[in-house]
């Protein structure tokens, strides 16, 4: 197994090409085996991590030596427990299943359930958006701080191990984030008992302060932060330095597909989630139509710390190397770029004075500014606009987005390759399809504008405000809004709308504080009045965006890479991945959070009087905060990615760092 999945492909790859990657001659496939097995043998015999031989072995077929990594430490196992039967594992293919698994979970939790849940988890424990945008923002902060630590002191470390201990990071972070839900219970703010209107007054209902839960989802998210930094960076150089270089690209492939499935299906798991109470023991009389209906978020969470620790537990079988691997290495070695120059200060400066290499992470940081930020909350931002349920807005925001993404990052791929673009023309073409997305940003105008809330943005004529009862004890702080079909005008509760009884669930009569004009039409129905059709427009409209903005996703990591020389490709992309956490992942959720808090008309109350969660917010309001925000991250990212092209063209950059897109 091991001469199919390693050097079994020479015969097939090797023997037809003369040049590997980066113009590398590659030696016939005779010359290759040998040199293979040369390096294995002097790694056996000089005590190198690559060798694959001087074990002993027992008859029952367990190797008895340490975990050193020397001879017979690089087979698979754990401790002395090295069974012949587990060396067929001993594969790339098969350290790339298990690491992808660790990839899909890794995606499914973060990317995935994380933006599902987030607004479900506003309304059980009275969190402002702001703060939910706080959560969001927290876990990039801290993969920024993590990754380059972990990257470094772990480079020449045990990266199979420092990926099983991530995988358990991550879990405990999963355990963390959905521990709250247990910890406290969710009860609807106000009571069944006030739903109508009563004489006597009710007790008032309230939110109480939850700052341990809040210390808990940050604490949660710095845990998987920590878990996911060496993922994509140790996890990758892992397979560099352990897969043949023709074969790499196809293992990248396969790993890039994974982290694209996962959040995928965390959409819709957690929309599928949401549709069960949130204490799935308990009886409740609320559906999921309620506004004061709170789905069982917490459930993907338990899930995904299962197949995180599952994961782990297969890489831990795995050795600091591949067995059979050590000719990769040693190519590797042969071929290395040279040296970076100077300190890393002085790395540093080179970069910061390359235009285009500044104008292009300026783009890349506003564009993530916008996916992070709008992305976090897009959807909440369906749920509201289009009265859907916490699910279903999850499912079909998540089938749009992901499919939009995935489309659009391959098409792009797809263009540079066929077209055989250089460097300058693709950056050229980046500044095209970044000009063609920023058209779609009114999308966000697509809504079915503001509800007629009474008693907010909406008063009932004063011939029927004169009629409701007086002495009609309403709890504010229950917010159970009921629509009155003939108007369309939609009532906080039952109780605000005069109603004296309930005729069936979710139906009331008797309501006198209705603008109705005979018995039979002074009645309301749970929920709010939405009669809009507008929801497939934008849905289409939507995919379009993400289509256009993936589209120049691989065109632009082109630019990042052939924009500044060889020797600084690497720091190249450090330094532009933190100039986009930084500037756009980090700062993106926060922002749209306080901007969301900013178009509340109606909260929810602490117990001391202060601002908990929003129950209702203006339409109009979101979508020209959203469409600003947008069009604001746009225009700049354009014109940055214009600058970029403009400056690479004239510097003439393309003839120095050559003008292969490979």
Not at 14 to 28: C, I, K
Not at 175 to 200: D, M, N
Request: charged share 15%; proline share 5%.
């Amino acid at each position: 197994l091991l001469d199919d999945d390693i050097g079994g492909f020479a015969s097939t790859s090797h023997s037809n090409h003369d040049t590997g990657p980066n113009g590398h001659a590659f030696v016939p496939m005779t010359s290759l085996k040998a040199g293979r097995e040369d390096a294995d043998n002097s790694g056996e015999e000089e005590g190198d991590t690559d060798g694959l031989g001087g074990g002993q072995h027992t008859e029952a077929g367990f190797d008895m030596a340490d975990d050193s990594g020397s001879g017979s430490g690089a087979m698979l196992g754990v401790g002395r427990w090295r069974p012949r039967w587990m060396q067929r594992f001993a594969s790339p293919l098969w350290y790339l299943l298990a690491f992808c698994l660790l990839v899909f979970v890794q995606g499914l939790a973060v990317s995935g359930l994380v933006p599902v849940v987030i607004s479900t988890i506003e309304k059980q424990f009275g969190f402002s958006s702001k703060l939910a945008g706080l959560i969001v923002s927290w876990y990039d902060g801290c993969v920024a701080i993590a990754v380059p630590i972990i990257s470094y002191y772990g480079q020449n470390g045990h990266r199979p191990r420092i990926l099983r201990r991530g995988g358990v990071m991550i879990a405990v972070g999963c355990v963390l984030f959905a521990l709250p839900s247990r910890i406290k219970k969710y009860t609807p703010v106000g009571s069944q008992t006030t739903l109508l209107c009563s004489l006597i007054a009710p007790e008032a209902g309230c939110h109480e302060h939850n700052n341990a839960m809040i210390l808990l989802f940050l604490l949660a998210m710095a845990a998987m932060a920590v878990g996911s930094a060496p993922i994509f960076t140790l996890g990758f150089t892992f397979l560099d330095d352990n897969v043949d270089p023709n074969r790499l690209g196809s293992y990248l492939g396969a790993t890039s597909a994974t982290s694209a499935l996962g959040p995928a299906v965390g959409f819709i798991l957690g929309g599928m989630f949401l549709s069960t109470y949130v204490q799935p023991e308990e009886h409740t009389d609320l559906t999921e139509e309620s506004s004061a209906w709170v789905g069982a978020w917490w459930i993907g969470f338990y899930l995904s710390s299962f197949l995180c620790i599952l994961a782990a537990m297969v890489l831990l079988v795995y050795p600091k190397n591949l067995p059979g691997t050590a000719w990769v290495r040693e190519l590797r070695r042969e071929n290395q770029p040279p040296k970076v120059p100077g300190t890393l200060w002085q790395s540093t400066k080179r970069l910061l004075a390359n235009k285009p290499f500044l104008f292009v992470q300026f783009a890349n940081a506003s564009e993530i500014f916008v996916v992070a930020g709008v992305g976090a909350f897009l959807p909440k931002y369906v749920e509201t606009q289009f009265q859907m349920t916490a699910s279903n807005a999850s499912m079909l925001t998540g089938a749009i987005v992901i499919v939009g993404v995935a489309t659009g990052s391959f098409f792009g791929g797809y263009l540079q390759d066929r077209f055989k673009w250089d460097p300058v023309t693709t950056a050229r073409n980046v500044f095209l399809m970044a000009f063609v997305a920023m058209c779609f940003s009114p999308i966000m105008f697509v809504n079915c504008g503001n509800l007629k809330l009474d008693g907010i943005n909406h008063n009932v004529p004063l011939n029927v405000s004169a009629s409701c009862p007086t002495l009609c004890h309403c709890a504010v702080a229950d917010y159970r809004p009921v629509c009155h079909k003939s108007t369309g005008v939609t009532f906080a509760s039952p109780c605000l709308a005069g109603c004296l009884d309930e005729k069936r669930t979710g139906h009331f009569g008797n309501c006198s504080c209705v603008d109705a004009s005979t018995a039979e039409d002074m009645v309301v129905f749970d929920g709010k009045c939405s009669d809009c059709n507008k929801l497939i427009p934008f849905l289409a409209l939507l995919f379009a965006l993400m289509f256009t903005t993936f589209l120049f996703n691989v065109p632009a990591t082109t630019v990042s890479l052939r924009c500044v020389p060889e020797e600084l490709r690497s720091f190249g992309l450090g330094l532009g991945s933190f100039m986009m956490r930084t500037m756009g992942a980090i700062p993106g959720p926060l922002l749209v959070g306080v901007m969301l808090d900013s178009s509340c008309i109606y909260w929810s109350r602490e117990c001391d009087g202060s601002r908990s969660s929003c129950w209702e917010y203006s339409s109009d309001g979101i979508s020209v905060r959203f469409f600003g925000v947008i069009l604001a991250c746009k225009v700049f990212s354009t014109t940055m990615y214009f600058l970029t092209w403009w400056t690479f063209r004239r510097t003439g950059q393309s003839t120095l760092v050559g003008s292969s897109t490979s």
